[in-house]
């Protein structure tokens, strides 16, 4: 299912692919709702719609997917939730998120508080 979803939003026939998307997330493949977050979000096949957008990333996040961890912490960062959006970054660069570990090396440079000594994040940085 969730291959001719991707296959589908390939080719740009966004109704198809978001039919596809669901039936597989509705069985609780993660990267479909992730997938579904990036329709929502670009407003492809549906709608704009944040509430969505965030609903699927969190499915996904939840189940271990570290891109829609990643987006998670972003969203909150640029809601102002610094603390919350490091929280999201510290996990999904433990899971292998490489954006997210750039983003924590930026946040604890930068010493604006975010991420400090007792965060997990210097372990993520610098392992020794």
């Known amino acids: 299912m969730r291959e001719m979803g991707l296959c589908l939003n390939s080719e740009e026939n966004?109704?198809?692919?978001?039919?596809?998307?669901?039936?597989?997330?509705?069985?609780?493949?993660?990267?479909?709702?992730?997938q579904l977050s990036i329709m929502y979000q670009k407003g492809n096949g549906v709608e704009k719609d944040e509430q969505m957008e965030a609903y699927h990333l969190e499915?996904?996040?939840?189940?271990g997917h570290p891109k829609p961890?990643?987006?998670?912490?972003?969203?909150?960062?640029?809601?102002?939730?610094?603390?919350?959006a490091a929280?999201?970054?510290?996990?999904?660069a433990s899971l292998g998120d490489d954006l997210s570990l750039d983003e924590l090396k930026i946040e604890y440079a930068t010493g604006?508080?975010?991420v400090s000594k007792e965060d997990e994040a210097p372990r993520l940085l610098w392992p020794r």
């Open 87 to 92: 929280k999201h970054l510290i996990i999904s």
């Open 59 to 63: 499915v996904a996040a939840i189940a």
């Open 14 to 34: 966004y109704d198809g692919a978001f039919e596809y998307l669901s039936k597989a997330a509705d069985l609780d493949d993660v990267e479909a709702h992730y």
């Open 69 to 84: 961890r990643h987006n998670l912490g972003c969203i909150e960062g640029d809601n102002g939730r610094q603390q919350r």
């Open 112 to 114: 604006r508080g975010h």
